[in-house]
Nanobody
Framework: QVQLVESGGGLVQPGGSLRLSCAAS????????IGWFRQAPGKEREGVSC????????YYPDSVKGRFTISKDNTKNTVYLQMNDLKPEDTAVYYC????????????????????WGQGTLVTVSS
């Protein structure tokens, strides 16, 4: 059974950092495009960091570019999201997601190709 379990969310002050983790089970991350999405209250879910399984390229929207970094540790079958210089507008539930389709990172962040979602982890940026 394919499963994604996120951890690492919490309360952080503006300008602070957090690292989210997403542990995958039931499949090998090497062969799957994977990404992080978020959903703030009253807003649509949006992709914030995606990495393609085919060419290993990453995609970040302008809202997080230069502040967020996605990475994978294939030995641990885990993907990470390092978030720096956090802002109140980054407050949201963050979800890990994946697909077996070999789509580009920017396409996957759309997010029409998601096949499996994690349960989400809440990130609150507030003083």
């Amino acid at each position: 059974q394919v499963q994604l379990v996120e951890s690492g969310g919490g309360l952080v002050q503006p300008g602070g950092s957090l690292r989210l983790s997403c542990a995958a089970s039931g499949f090998t991350l090497d062969y799957y495009t994977i990404g992080w999405f978020r959903q703030a209250p009253g807003k649509e879910r949006e992709g914030v960091s995606c990495i393609s399984s085919s060419d290993f390229r990453t995609y970040y929207p302008d809202s997080v570019k230069g502040r967020f970094t996605i990475s994978k540790d294939n030995t641990k079958n885990t993907v990470y999201l390092q978030m720096n210089d956090l802002k109140p507008e980054d407050t949201a539930v963050y979800y890990c997601a994946t697909t077996s389709f070999g789509v580009a990172a920017d396409t996957f962040c759309a997010p029409g190709y998601v096949e499996v979602w994690g349960q989400g982890t809440l990130v609150t940026v507030s003083s």
